[in-house]
Nanobody
């Protein structure tokens, strides 16, 4: 079965950086649009960034200029480089794989905590 496994979360001070990774298995990774979403306590899950199979990217306004999404189709991995982190970035971050006409797949999530 399809698996998306996130890693790279943790505790970081405000202004710091983290790099999240999501490795996919048992899917034709290169044809899927990949995305990062996050969910803070008491809030709905929200989109952070997406990258199409062709490499086009899209970002939520709250992270533009600070986060960068990228993908490596050889390693079946999508990344989220997060810089200038703020306390409001604290959330569980989820990886998503989407392909038109197919169901979406989700990872189990990785916790990111930004606190001094």
């Amino acid at each position: 079965q399809v698996q998306l496994v996130e890693s790279g979360g943790g505790l970081v001070q405000p202004g710091g950086s983290l790099r999240l990774s999501c490795r996919a298995s048992r899917i034709n990774f290169s044809i899927y649009a990949m995305g990062w979403y996050r969910q803070a306590p008491g809030k709905q899950r929200e989109l952070v960034a997406t990258i199409t199979s062709e490499g086009s990217t899209n970002y939520a306004d709250a992270v533009k200029g600070r986060f960068t999404i990228s993908r490596d189709n050889v390693k079946n991995t999508v990344y989220l480089q997060m810089n200038s982190l703020k306390p409001e970035d604290t959330a569980v971050y989820y990886c998503n794989a989407a392909f038109k006409g197919s169901r979406d797949y989700w990872g189990q999530g990785t916790q990111v905590t930004v606190s001094s």
